[in-house]
């Protein structure tokens, strides 16, 4: 089997040497590409609740935003410029 890249598919050129040898790029991919895998994840639907008073209550803590925390001093005016510049 070929290496596969970060993202479970052949790269560009395993994809021709496959062609070259005249073997399909899909046989070679993960399972999780497939269409199948796709279908299997989407086949149940989760029925939406209309108002927050159908809600069931949980014993847990309301989740709370992050807090913001701004830099002191003045913001910069010009951009920042790349190193290559």
Not at 5 to 16: L, V
């Amino acid at each position: 089997m070929l290496d596969l890249n970060a993202t479970g598919m052949s790269c560009m050129h395993a994809c021709s040497a496959l062609a070259l040898r005249g073997l399909k790029s899909e046989d070679h991919c993960h399972a999780w590409l497939t269409l199948g895998s796709y279908r299997a994840t989407y086949n149940y639907f989760i029925q939406p609740v209309n108002f927050q008073i159908y809600w069931e209550p949980t014993p847990y803590d309301k989740p709370v935003p992050p807090k913001v925390k701004r830099a002191s001093g003045r913001p910069k005016k010009c951009r920042r410029k790349d190193g290559n510049e």
